[in-house]
């Protein structure tokens, strides 16, 4: 059963938020359309929850026990993918795709089309 990572260090989040900061700006300027301001200003939080706090699997996104994130930000969701792909949901290659026709990565989360969101 999957648990937080409470051992992680404050630089290594650190490191990890300088990270998922750079793959948003990656992203958003690659799709040509986005709000790099939303996902910026999650960072810091989306990369303490999914690296030390929340319970959560990639390998298993729809456990029954998981802790849920709800983004109430839509536009703040390339933190979200970000953090995802660098916790192993899906490989970092596929955050190039974000707001692709067709890609599970949309603009606005949709758990239907990206298991565990």
């Known amino acids: 059963m999957p648990k937080p990572n409470p051992q992680i260090s404050d630089s290594e989040l650190l490191l990890a938020a300088r990270d998922l900061r750079v793959k948003c700006i990656e992203m958003i300027a690659k799709a040509g359309n986005g709000h790099p301001g939303g996902s910026l200003s999650l960072a810091d939080l989306v990369t303490a929850l999914y690296f030390k706090v929340l319970k959560h699997d990639p390998k298993n996104p729809t456990w029954k026990e998981r802790d849920r994130f709800i983004l109430?930000?839509?536009?703040?969701v390339p933190a979200v993918y970000a953090a995802m792909a660098m916790t192993g949901y899906f490989p970092e290659s596929d955050l190039a795709d974000f707001r692709q026709v067709g890609s599970p990565l949309q603009g606005h989360p949709d758990?239907?089309?990206l298991p565990g969101i």
């Open 111 to 113: 758990r239907h089309r």
């Open 72 to 76: 109430s930000k839509g536009h703040g």
